[in-house]
């Protein structure tokens, strides 16, 4: 299934971009499911959670965080029944749960399970096209599924289920309640639905769509998500610059807002892979006709832009200085900034700051038996030496 991920700055009109490119695919023929946190002008409406036949071809899922989250603690509540009757708490009626922060982006994530499982068809649809929230969340939460997996296997490890007949043994020796079986079994019930949403955002036909309203604000935004993108090895579809006014105005207002956007948009056409131009309608788009005429090149491409499974490459880079081997592991970062890197080595793991996201590594199995020994960043490329140690990794005469 081909996957487009849309997001922008905040009021770039990612929402109403991301609802075109999925008519327009529909229109192609294609098998199309468009998942949106907000509704979407011209479609009609349904219920949170239910998809909704828009045109032939086209379907829409809308979000419901509020929904979500009073689902998701009540079955907890009712797992950890004996553990809550033990400490003397008070369950809580689905009724009086309101949703906390971070309750949409934990709902979106559900969202993407369930699409990827197929739930809401029985076939899978061709293309799936997904709203994401503006930049800065979107990144956060495209990193999300990763670290909420290695947080599950720091705090309860699999390997630890293999115990489980001692546990009564080991309360009474301890005089405390042993983690219940239900714990882990929803650990790991979770981590299988992260492991199928992370595999989603790896897959190679996933890339991200993004929304931008040329100008200088837009274009500092989107230069440092190029980096995080970088960062999590995702790849980009294309650029829509949206609400392009009309070059030749007579009224001098509008031909000065001209004059900046066509200022940025130059920046941008020198780019490998130039943007597409989206006319200002002069009117938000109310209908579907509305949407038809934002430009056939909002729909999807058959094939996603080719890019490895692992954007990261290991080169050898010769001999040390007392005749050791050198590795070098490349990571482009497009746009990072030398003095926001920050490196750190921990075991089998590298974390890696830049700016304002952050990932851990794990290391290849040939880095593991080495010690890091510099880092530099040359032309958007991070390049990590690497000395093979000698006790992990002998050397041969």
Same mark, same amino acid.
């Given at each position: ?24 695919? !529909? ?78 982006? +934990? ?50 490890? #699999? ?17 405390? #309640? ?38 200088? !604000? ?52 020198? &780019? ?17 006709? &509305? ?22 490459? *290991? ?16 990571? #482009? ?26 990932? *851990? ?5 040939? +880095? ?21 140690? #000698?006790? +992990? ?5």
């Amino acid at each position: 299934m081909r996957t487009v991920l849309v997001t922008g700055p905040g009021g770039a009109g990612r929402t109403t971009l991301a609802a075109a490119s999925a008519l327009h695919t !529909a229109r192609g023929g294609r098998r199309t499911l468009l998942v949106t946190a907000d509704p979407v002008p011209g479609f009609p409406r349904a219920a949170a959670g239910e998809d909704v036949e828009v045109t032939a071809g086209l379907h829409h899922v809308r979000t419901d965080s509020a929904a979500h989250f009073r689902a998701e603690l009540t079955a907890l509540q009712d797992r950890a029944s004996g553990v809550l009757d033990l400490l003397g708490a008070h369950r809580m009626d689905g009724e009086e749960l309101t949703e906390l922060p971070g309750a949409p982006t +934990l709902a979106l994530l559900h969202t993407l399970h369930r699409a990827a499982a197929g739930d809401w068809s029985k076939d899978l649809y061709d293309v799936l096209v997904v709203d994401l929230p503006p930049l800065a969340e979107a990144l956060a939460l495209l990193a999300l599924p990763g670290q909420l997996r290695r947080y599950l296997r720091r705090l309860l490890p #699999p390997e630890r289920q293999a115990a489980r007949a001692l546990r009564p043994m080991l309360a009474q020796i301890a005089g405390v #309640p042993m983690p219940a079986q239900w714990l882990y079994e929803a650990a790991l019930r979770k981590d299988g639905e992260l492991a199928a949403v992370e595999g989603l955002l790896r897959d190679r036909s996933t890339t991200v769509r993004l929304v931008a309203e040329p100008g200088p !604000a837009a274009e500092e935004a989107l230069s440092r998500a190029r980096t995080g993108l970088a960062l999590y090895g995702l790849g980009t579809d294309t650029l829509l610059a949206n609400r392009i006014l009309p070059r030749h105005s007579a009224d001098p207002f509008l031909a000065g807002l001209a004059a900046r956007q066509d200022a940025c948009l130059e920046h941008w056409r020198a &780019d490998p892979a130039p943007p597409a131009e989206i006319a200002h309608l002069g009117r938000d788009p109310r209908s579907l006709e &509305d949407l038809l005429l934002l430009g056939e090149h909002c729909a999807v491409d058959d094939r996603a832009p080719g890019r490895a499974d692992d954007p990261w490459w *290991t080169e050898d880079t010769g001999r040390a200085e007392d005749g050791g081997r050198l590795l070098t592991w490349c990571l #482009p970062l497009p746009g990072a900034v030398r003095e926001e890197l920050r490196l750190v080595r921990r075991g089998d793991e590298l974390l890696l700051t830049a700016g304002e996201f952050h990932r *851990t590594l794990r290391l290849e199995s040939a +880095l593991r038996r080495c010690t890091v020994s510099g880092a530099a960043l040359t032309d958007g490329v991070l390049r990590v030496r690497f000395t093979p140690d #000698p006790d +992990l990794w002998p050397r041969t005469r």
